[in-house]
Structure formats: structure tokens, C-alpha cells
């Protein structure tokens, strides 16, 4: 028993250890934007300069808002797109249903390097081009998955009986999709629209290959100044960007378990 | 009407496919005709554009297979993502392990969050974070010289291990999520049964445990060799001069070089070796679900 009690401290010890792997670099990150050296040189002095020179970066401000608005974009299309496939697919069956259900995971298994560059070509070639357009199309093709696969999840605990319960008391399928159906699987589309918003917002391979100057999105413009050479100021936008969307998933856990439990 | 009203799904794909047409067709125009373009495209000799002269060939394709430079490439980028999973299933499945069985109720389910929610943040954001870390005068190694009495200097920007950091960082929590899945999935019955039939602990891992969180493992082993396969983002910031990688030549074929046709080819080989990999995989993913 001694052994058993032993080893689960360590256990415990591992993934404090863990932890610290994963957090250390992102809170060093952040503190760098409340140093006053632009050199990030120590010791620590506390400013909030680097914030206030953001406010001034026009350029920044606008990529942040067209993040903004394609994320709010994509989550709205994917999720009543997404939600209304989910329900197709849970209520019919018929021929082909399995491969349309296998035809999903391209999106989300195929590297963004190959999607975007795909998307660039095909885009091109079609007289889309590039731009705010263009980012909007790939990023609801990459959330649909999600959203579909969410919605989907929550409908399997949803009970056929209450539907056919709706209709044998004369309700017809609008009513029943409406007042039945939709109030159930409401967290799932919930969730499945806050993981298209954090998809769309986080995503930066396939808006690279699709933005041009002007038009891009927030990660696309902090890729272009990290390699211009590190500055506080993207310390500063980075930990903004951080904050929103380890928050948006925060908020998806009280939707959706991604454990599997109950 | 009658067969309508039946418990269960009803048939046809007639109903069902004003619901499904809309977001299939968005698949269709943003995800599968590009990739169906791509092909096209990398058989090609020049972009079809401003009436450039065009016509068809494999010449793309014969500069893969006649450059050594890009199959060693592919092949660095091949060895990247295995060690890369390697490193992820070290450093993953104990912390899985210790998830699903040593903790339990409120302080897993924080835990659990904790450790799956850097993944969902900006993957860009998060290696721009180790380059803080790792860059000479950066904070490892000015926290290692305050600690050792002798001068070192710890520079590991701009270098392999730098990328491999970087990247297990970023992936490592996928692996924790699936072997995490399977692992809770096992019954403790099971463990119970091999330690008092007389099996010692490293038997009932060896034998019980691992084998039955094989699905868990190879998913996650695929979940994070394809995207790292294909990774380009990492090895620029992290890796430097260092860090030319297949994914990065394929980058610098369509935003600094412009050779589309050769960038689609490059990127189409990568996709055959990817639906390989997963390809491999499917059976003992299929057999676990």
C-alpha cells in the first residue's frame, strides 16, 4: 500500500511538472508586456506603455477587427448550416449517409498547410482572389466539422420519443423541430459556436495564404511582425489574444464535456 | 404518413437533403473543389493567367523526384513529426495516466481543463512565447546562471531542439486528450484482476494497460504527426536558418517564390503520405470506436 501512495504523489508531482510546462512560457510571455525594456531586460519594471502604443497601432487595430468580424461571421453561418446538417443526419437515413459523414474529417485531418494552399489556387483560378472574402469562405469550411460534430454529439442523448410524443399531439414539424427538438440541443449548438468562433479567431495558416495587405486577420499581421523581429508590443497583443481565447473556452467546458463523462 | 410517424429515423434522402445541401456545398466550393484544383494545377507549367502560355506536365513532379533536395526535406519533416510524437507520448500518457486513474472528481475535471486548454489557444501566440524563453538573455537562461555558480550560455533559439520544443508544446495535449479517453474507458476490475492473479505492476502496464489504450495512443500519434508533418510556422520562428523544413518550402512556393504549379505539387505529395499515415491508421482507430 506504501508503494501505491507513493507513487500517486508522484503522480500528482508529474503533473504539477506538466503543467508548468505548458503554462510558464505563456505567463513569461505575458508578464513581457508589462516590462518597460523594449529589450525585455530584467529587472522587471512595470509599465503599461507597450498597451498604450497598441492603441496607436492602427494596422493592428484593424486586422483585430476584421478577426472580429469573420469570427462572428463563421459562427453564425457554421453553426445553423452545421446545426441543420446535424439534424439531417441524425434524423434520415439513407444511402451514402456514412460517406457523407466521412467526408467531414478532410477539413479537420488534412494539414491547414494543404487546405490554404489549395484554397489559394482553386480561390484564384475561380475570380474570388484573395482577401476578407476568401478568409471568410475557408474559415466556415474549417469550423462546419466542428460544429457538426457537436451538434451532433448532443442529439445522441436527445430522445426520439418526445418527437413522435409532439406529433401524436398534432404538432407539425416545424412546431416540432422548433419547440421540441432545438430547445435540447441547444448547448450543443452553443458549444459548437463557441468552437467556431475560437476555430475562426485562433486560425492563422489558412488566412495567411488568403489575406493580402489590408485585408488580413489579427495572427496573419502578429506572423508578419514576429518576423520583422520581437517587440513588447507584440507581447502585448499576444497576451490580449491569449486571454479572449483561453476565456471562449472556458466558457465552451460549461457547454460541452470534453471528457466523455456524464 | 404512417411510416413517418415510426420510432426511430425515417428513410429517404429526399427530406433529408434541403438540410444537408448547404453546408455540403460550402464543403464542397471551399474545402474539396480546391483540393480537387490542386492536382490540376501542379500538372501545369505556369499559372493560366494574363495569357501566359500554359500546357500540361509532370515535370513538377519529376523536380521532386529529381532534386534530392526536396525528398530530404520531406523525409527531415518526416523525422520531425516522429520525434515530435515520440516526445508527445512520453510526456503525454503518464499525465493521461494519471488523469484517468489516480485522480478524481472535481480536482480531475479542473485538471483535465487545465491541461487541454493552452491547446485551444493561438498556436502562433504560443511558440512566439518560447522564443521569450529560449533566446540567449531570455529567461532560461538568466534563471540558470542565477542558479549555477559557474557562467553558461543557454542559446537555444534558432536551433533543432528549439522547433521540437516549440512543437511538443503545442501538440502534447491532444495526446493527453485521447489516451486520456481511452485509459478512463478501461475498468479498474481489469487491473484489479491481473495484480491479484499475481501479475507485478510493470506486467499489468505492460500487459493490460498499454495494449488496451493502443487506440488512444494511435490516434493521438496521428492527430499530431500529420499536422507537424506539414508544419511551417513553428520552424520559421523557433528554428531560424535551421529551420527549412518540407513545410517551409511549400510556404516559400506561394508567398515569396510564386511557383504555384511546384508548391501544388509538393503540397499534393505531402497529401499522399498524409492519407497514407492516416490510411495506416484507420483499422485500429475503426476497431476501437
Redesign the interface.
Given at each position: 500500500m506504501a508503494t501505491t501512495r507513493i507513487l500517486?504523489w508522484l503522480?500528482?508531482f508529474?503533473?504539477v511538472l506538466?503543467?508548468g510546462?505548458?503554462?510558464?512560457?505563456?505567463i513569461?510571455?505575458a508578464a513581457?508586456s508589462f516590462n518597460a525594456s523594449p529589450f525585455?531586460?530584467?529587472p522587471f519594471e512595470w509599465t503599461t506603455d507597450w498597451y498604450a502604443s497598441l492603441s496607436q497601432n492602427d494596422q493592428l487595430i484593424a486586422a483585430t477587427w476584421n478577426s472580429i468580424e469573420i469570427a462572428i461571421i463563421t459562427t453564425l453561418?457554421s453553426t445553423v448550416?452545421?446545426s441543420?446538417?446535424s439534424?439531417?443526419?441524425?434524423?434520415?437515413?439513407?444511402?451514402?449517409k456514412k460517406v457523407?459523414q466521412a467526408?467531414?474529417f478532410?477539413?479537420i485531418?488534412?494539414?491547414?498547410?494543404?487546405?490554404g494552399?489549395?484554397?489559394?489556387?482553386?480561390?484564384?483560378?475561380v475570380g474570388i482572389g484573395r482577401g476578407l472574402i476568401a478568409i471568410l469562405?475557408?474559415h466556415?469550411?474549417l469550423a462546419?466539422p466542428y460544429v457538426?460534430v457537436v451538434v451532433s454529439a448532443r442529439l445522441q442523448t436527445f430522445a426520439?420519443?418526445l418527437e413522435?410524443a409532439a406529433?401524436?399531439l398534432g404538432a407539425n414539424q416545424w412546431q416540432v423541430t422548433m419547440r421540441v427538438t432545438l430547445p435540447w440541443i441547444t448547448p450543443g449548438v452553443i458549444a459548437g459556436g463557441l468552437f467556431a468562433f475560437?476555430v475562426s479567431f485562433?486560425q492563422?495558416?489558412v488566412s495567411?495564404?488568403l489575406s493580402t495587405p489590408g485585408q488580413t486577420t489579427l495572427?496573419v499581421e502578429?506572423?508578419a511582425a514576429?518576423?520583422k523581429g520581437?517587440t513588447p508590443e507584440?507581447?502585448a497583443v499576444?497576451t490580449i489574444?491569449?486571454v479572449v481565447?483561453?476565456a471562449?473556452?472556458?466558457l465552451?467546458?460549461r457547454f460541452f464535456k470534453?471528457?466523455?463523462?456524464k | 404518413m404512417a411510416d413517418q410517424l415510426a420510432i426511430g429515423s425515417r428513410r429517404g434522402l429526399k427530406p433529408a437533403l434541403p438540410l444537408l445541401l448547404p453546408a455540403y456545398l460550402w464543403l464542397t466550393v471551399a474545402i474539396f473543389l480546391p483540393l480537387s484544383a490542386m492536382v490540376f494545377f501542379s500538372l501545369m507549367t505556369d499559372l493560366p493567367v494574363a495569357g501566359k502560355e500554359w500546357s500540361f506536365t509532370l515535370g513538377n513532379y519529376a523536380a521532386f523526384f529529381s532534386q534530392s533536395l526536396y525528398s530530404t526535406l520531406l523525409l527531415s519533416s518526416l523525422r520531425l513529426g516522429l520525434e515530435v510524437t515520440l516526445w508527445c507520448v512520453v510526456i503525454g500518457y503518464p499525465a493521461a495516466y494519471v488523469l484517468a486513474k489516480v485522480l478524481k472528481g472535481r480536482s480531475r475535471e479542473a485538471i483535465f481543463l487545465l491541461v487541454i486548454l493552452p491547446f485551444w489557444s493561438n498556436g502562433l501566440v504560443r511558440i512566439f512565447s518560447w522564443a521569450m524563453v529560449l533566446r540567449e538573455g531570455g529567461i532560461l537562461d538568466t534563471a540558470l546562471n542565477a542558479v549555477l555558480p559557474f557562467k553558461i550560455n543557454i542559446d537555444l533559439m534558432y536551433s533543432y531542439p528549439a522547433v521540437i520544443i516549440g512543437l511538443v508544446h503545442s501538440y502534447v495535449p491532444y495526446m493527453v486528450l485521447t489516451c486520456y479517453l481511452t485509459l478512463q474507458a478501461i475498468d479498474d476490475s481489469l487491473i484489479e484482476a491481473g495484480r491479484s492473479l499475481g501479475a507485478s505492476r510493470r506486467q499489468v502496464l505492460w500487459r493490460v494497460i498499454i495494449p488496451l489504450s493502443m487506440p488512444g495512443l494511435i490516434a493521438g500519434a496521428a492527430l499530431i504527426f500529420v499536422p507537424v508533418v506539414g508544419s511551417f510556422m513553428e520552424p520559421r520562428i523557433l528554428g531560424g536558418r535551421t529551420g527549412t523544413f518540407y513545410g517551409t518550402v511549400i510556404e516559400d512556393q506561394f508567398v515569396s517564390v510564386f511557383n504555384w504549379p511546384l508548391g501544388a505539387a509538393l503540397s499534393f505529395i505531402l497529401l499522399a503520405v498524409v492519407l497514407i499515415i492516416l490510411a495506416l491508421a484507420a483499422p485500429v482507430l475503426r476497431r476501437a470506436a
Open positions: 500517486e503522480g500528482r508529474y503533473i506538466l503543467l510546462f505548458l503554462y510558464l512560457p505563456i513569461i510571455m513581457m525585455y531586460q530584467l453561418i448550416l452545421g441543420m446538417a439534424l439531417a443526419l441524425y434524423r434520415y437515413d439513407f444511402r451514402g457523407l467526408l467531414l478532410p477539413p485531418a488534412i494539414p491547414w498547410l494543404i487546405t494552399t489549395a484554397m489559394l489556387i482553386f480561390f484564384f483560378g469562405l475557408g466556415v469550411a462546419l457538426i426520439p420519443e413522435e406529433r401524436s475560437a485562433d492563422f495558416v495567411y495564404f495572427p502578429i506572423y514576429i518576423r520581437f507584440i507581447n499576444s489574444i491569449i481565447s483561453m471562449l473556452m472556458l465552451t467546458a470534453f471528457g466523455g463523462e | -
